[in-house]
């Protein structure tokens, strides 16, 4: 992330050119001593000589001037956890202006845009004016999948896109973006190791596989929270597919290595437990859940393991590397406001076992 410095970048293509300070002067038609003032940042050369700098030295304005409107992925990933320790420690509004700013600055650095849109929606609860938030993530969205001509940006921009309207209570506005009908799953990847394998690469073959595994298995786990909850009152239901997702978790330690969709797995149940007067069996998984998150979701760190053992570099490359997109914070502000908060546990709340879960995760 550069500042513009156009006075050491004049020094840095001359001397590339190997151009004296003379020389530069009688091509642009000024004195020495204005080039001198120029590359020690006393004075600026006049708007009207930098296209004459820049053709001299064969290269773009941009380039003279310092300014990179393209970020690289590890500045948007400072920006973007610099930016959530400042929403956990600052007046939200303030923040959001500095937001702002960096977006206005970086404006056609559209996977900047989209992380900015990330962070208002993962930072949304701490917003008086949330409609306004989440327009303002609509219309980044659409800056992004009207402008980018990158295809795999546009998606997840749509998708993003999705989830502020859902946050927004507007789901037929949702079905007009996505439609209807449910697409069959891509096989790219799968393809792609294949073709790996055919080229004799195995390591790399099953790395991909890998990943197309993990992915499937965080998705599967979510979608059974997601069901669970669809059929809350279908205790039946509710026990089945709690039975089989809860298999999947301990198959393959998900606790560990994916908390988070873990823990919304336990929820979801509690609260279908709860809604049925099972109180037993809500408080057990009230305090499964509690253990996680103490455990594993505040010092929260994506990682594989024994049998994930090619993920790591990958998961090092995400967008957001492998840590959490909140601060540690508000993590546990969410977390505990998802038991203590939660409406299908109002009958729980004089339990022994229910407070002391809400105290440990209010205090650890």
Same mark, same amino acid.
């Given at each position: 992330m550069n500042e513009i410095n156009i006075g050491k970048n004049i020094t840095k293509f001359r001397r590339s050119k190997g151009i004296t300070q003379d020389e530069l002067a009688s091509y642009i038609g000024v004195s020495k001593s204005s080039v001198s003032k120029w590359e020690n940042s006393i004075t600026y050369p006049?708007? +009207?000589?930098? &296209?004459?700098?820049?053709?001299?030295?064969?290269?773009?304005?941009?380039?003279? +001037?310092g300014y990179e409107p393209q970020l690289i992925k590890e500045d948007i990933q400072k920006i973007?956890?610099?930016?959530?320790?400042?929403?956990?420690?600052?007046?939200?509004?303030?923040?959001?202006?500095?937001?702002?700013?960096?977006?206005?600055?970086y404006y056609s650095c559209f996977e900047f845009l989209k992380q900015m849109v990330v962070i208002y929606l993962n930072h949304y609860i701490l917003f008086e004016n949330k409609d306004e938030i989440l327009n303002r993530v609509r219309e980044l969205c659409i800056r992004i999948r009207e402008e980018s001509d990158n295809p795999q940006l546009i998606k997840e921009a749509i998708s993003l896109e999705s989830l502020s309207l859902i946050m927004a209570n507007k789901p037929s506005e949702v079905l007009e973006i996505l439609g209807e009908d449910v697409k069959v799953f891509s096989q790219d990847a799968e393809l792609i190791s294949m073709s790996f394998q055919l080229l004799g690469n195995i390591n790399k073959a099953s790395e991909i596989t890998q990943i197309c595994m993990y992915q499937h298995l965080i998705g599967m786990v979510g979608n059974?929270?997601?069901?669970?909850?669809?059929?809350?009152?279908?205790?039946?239901?509710?026990?089945?597919?709690?039975?089989?997702?809860?298999?999947?978790?301990?198959?393959?330690?998900?606790d560990e290595i994916h908390p988070n969709v873990a823990v919304n797995l336990y929820l979801a149940t509690a609260q279908a437990y709860a809604t049925h007067k099972q109180n037993e069996k809500a408080l057990e998984l009230i305090q499964k859940y509690t253990d996680v998150c103490i455990k594993h979701i505040y010092n929260f760190e994506l990682r594989g393991d024994k049998f994930f053992n090619k993920i790591d570099k990958w998961l090092e490359e995400l967008d957001?590397?492998?840590?959490? &997109?909140?601060?540690?914070?508000?993590?546990?502000?969410?977390?505990?406001?998802?038991?203590?908060?939660? &409406?299908?546990?109002v009958g729980l709340k004089d339990e022994y076992k229910f407070k002391s879960c809400v105290l440990a995760l209010e205090s650890n």
């Open positions: 006049d708007i +009207m000589l930098l &296209p004459q700098l820049a053709t001299l030295f064969n290269i773009s304005l941009d380039e003279l +001037m973007y956890f610099e930016l959530a320790q400042e929403f956990a420690q600052n007046d939200s509004n303030e923040v959001l202006k500095k937001c702002e700013e960096y977006i206005k600055r059974i929270a997601q069901q669970i909850m669809l059929n809350i009152n279908n205790l039946d239901v509710v026990e089945e597919c709690f039975k089989r997702g809860l298999g999947i978790c301990e198959l393959f330690k998900l957001l590397g492998v840590n959490a &997109p909140r601060s540690q914070k508000l993590i546990k502000q969410s977390a505990t406001s998802a038991i203590k908060d939660n &409406p299908a546990f």
